[in-house]
């Protein structure tokens, strides 16, 4: 399954060919693929924070850049969600229990990801023509990760390398390239701050990959629980979230970050320890192991919300 994304067969209303799905369904199961929380919380968080840090650290902030930002944003979502589902069905990921369900994906799926990607690519190549050379680099690595996460012919995520792929490009390529949309120039603060959600989303990787451990086993895909284990996983997934509180907390305190940041770290705590205490005894049963996913998925969301507030109001308050 993709990133924070229930079953496909829970969410896909049509099978078949396009032929099988009434125009009128298409806006639907659209929306259904490119679903609202992969675009909040892994897409829309850390551009938000990276503007953030731009506005209450450097002291600038563009409008008119950010929307089209934002927007370039909503279209590489839509061409991660799509080439997911696409090369995931293709590929019998999300049937290897059902082999004789009939494929639910149609082949429009893929031009439908191929066009958000090229629309993402667009809005990369203008702001790259106002704001510099810099830009395009950001477009480009958070592109080449995208498109190859399961689509060949890479597929980083059966290389064992689709979790630090997720890290890095909603991570420090996001937020810097957000900060740079602004400033023009590179940040080490911004970078220390991109560790933040960075390490968090590769927590969420790894967490969401617990319930489908036999499916990716079987299927080749060497994620990082496949790797060391489903046990091992949930103690991975919820270091990799502790360090990244770790470093809001450390930043606050040495006057990197805000100081209010370190609320972020102190709110997001007890929602770590809630999702290992529910992950760590129920592993091994998918249904089960639900509130250890959504302990982590809030434990993010308040850490890395709380986090830009906390940016937002330094540029108030100055």
Request: aromatic fraction near 14%; charged fraction near 10%.
């Amino acid at each position: 399954m993709s990133l924070l994304q229930a079953p496909p067969h829970s969410a896909h209303p049509a099978a078949g060919t396009a032929a099988s799905i009434p125009l009128a369904q298409v806006p639907m199961l659209m929306f259904s693929m490119v679903r609202y929380r992969f675009f909040l919380f892994a897409g829309l968080l850390p551009y938000l924070m990276g503007s953030a840090w731009a506005y209450g650290m450097e002291g600038a902030f563009k409008p008119g850049i950010f929307w089209l930002g934002l927007l370039g944003i909503l279209f590489s979502v839509v061409g991660v969600e799509t080439f997911n589902e696409y090369f995931d069905s293709r590929l019998g990921t999300d049937r290897v229990f059902n082999p004789s369900d009939e494929d639910p994906i149609p082949d429009w799926v893929l031009y439908a990801g191929v066009a958000g990607f090229a629309c993402a690519f667009a809005c990369g190549a203008t702001l790259a023509w106002v704001g510099g050379w810099p830009v395009m680099l950001y477009t480009l690595l958070g592109g080449l990760a995208a498109v190859f996460y399961v689509g060949p012919p890479i597929r980083w995520v059966y290389r064992g390398l689709g979790e630090t792929m997720i890290a890095l490009s909603y991570g420090p390529w996001m937020t810097l390239g957000s900060v740079h949309l602004h400033t023009g120039r590179f940040s080490w603060g911004a970078l220390l701050a991109s560790l933040v959600p960075g390490f968090l989303i590769m927590g969420l990787a790894v967490v969401n990959a617990v319930p489908d451990f036999y499916q990716d086993r079987l299927v080749g895909k060497r994620n990082l629980v496949v790797r060391l284990g489903r046990r091992n996983g949930v103690i991975l997934y919820n270091s990799l979230a502790g360090v990244a509180l770790s470093i809001l907390a450390a930043g606050a305190a040495f006057g990197v970050f805000p100081a209010y940041a370190a609320i972020g770290a102190v709110a997001a705590l007890p929602l770590l320890v809630m999702s290992y205490r529910a992950g760590i005894v129920s592993y091994e049963e998918p249904m089960r192991f639900v509130p250890a996913v959504k302990w982590i998925v809030l434990c993010y969301v308040v850490a890395t919300s709380i986090f830009t507030v906390s940016l937002l109001a330094k540029g108030l308050l100055a």
